[in-house]
């Protein structure tokens, strides 16, 4: 999936292909940005970065590359990686009630390429991915705060299923 662009002074060849290796250092600091930024929407609770999480979330989308079942797509504007989305077909899940579907487990742009129409190429790209694989739905879960993401994904017909609820045990006022 490929995309022509002069909008923004400057001529982009965007592509939207499946990472390889070679994206691996790319995808990790993009990795680490996704997790900074859900800790920076609710520190008590999503993870922190840490200074080795870009080499920790590379090696374990590295484990993803070969499996069939799984897409971990790239948007590349010129050989440099701008985003990234990595989306898995899963079968009956009885704990979330829900029966075989595609899950988009991430998507990221990098925030200097953001509103120009990345995320959506990256979006579908992951849903081409599941219907090539007769995938019958597509879930997914964004944090409360990311209502840039939730726009896109209500945008492109996706529709609230499930409301997480995270009580802290260890807060005085719980």
Request: proline share 6%.
């Amino acid at each position: 999936m490929q995309s022509e662009n002069t909008e923004f002074g400057y001529q982009t060849r965007l592509i939207v292909r499946r990472a390889t290796p070679a994206d691996l250092p790319r995808i990790g600091r993009l990795g680490a940005l996704l997790i900074k930024e859900h800790y920076d929407f609710d520190p008590q609770r999503f993870l922190p970065a840490r200074p080795g999480t870009p080499e920790g979330y590379a090696s374990f989308i590295g484990t993803q590359l070969e499996d069939q079942d799984k897409a971990v797509l790239v948007a590349d504007d010129n050989g440099n990686v701008i985003g990234y989305a990595y989306a898995a077909i899963e079968g009956y899940d009885y704990m979330m009630l829900r029966g075989p579907a595609g899950v988009l487990h991430d998507i990221i742009v990098d925030p200097e390429y953001r509103g120009r129409g990345v995320g959506r190429l990256l979006l579908n790209a992951s849903l081409a991915f599941f219907r090539s694989h007769g995938v019958p739905r597509v879930v997914l879960a964004t944090a409360e705060r990311n209502e840039a993401a939730q726009r896109l994904f209500a945008s492109m017909g996706f529709r609230r299923t499930m409301i997480e609820m995270t009580l802290e045990l260890d807060d005085p006022a719980s």
